[in-house]
């Protein structure tokens, strides 16, 4: 008897332990607007080929290949994402290739 009693004590207590964890995890995260998660996703690529063609200022052959070589990749990974129709991709590829 003393057994049982201990077990269900216990296990009360960690059923409550449970459903304090699970309820304490009140966070309200903030939905982005699917323009918005376009607008950071289109930031995200200006910067990234900012970045990389920094890195190779000096030698403009060497940019017009890696900025051609990135515009393909960022063409491929956007052919992908929901968020972004073929329209759009075109579009900001013409965006991303003036700068």
């Known amino acids: 008897m003393n057994y049982e ?10 059923f409550l332990l ?6 304490k995890k009140n966070v309200t995260t ?12 289109i930031n995200g690529y200006k910067e990234k080929l900012k970045a990389e ?12 290949v890696k900025k051609t070589e990135l515009l393909n990749k960022y063409s491929e990974e956007l ?5 972004i129709d ?3 991709i075109r579009d900001i590829v013409l965006q991303l290739s003036h700068i």
Do not use: C
């Open 53 to 64: 063609l920094e890195l190779l200022k000096d030698d403009k052959e060497a940019q017009i």
């Open 86 to 88: 073929a329209n759009e």
């Open 18 to 23: 449970i459903m304090y964890k699970v309820f």
């Open 79 to 83: 052919s992908r994402n929901i968020f």
């Open 30 to 41: 903030e939905i982005q607007s699917k323009d918005e998660k376009k607008a950071d996703i």
């Open 5 to 14: 009693m201990i077990y269900n004590v216990l296990g009360i207590l960690m």
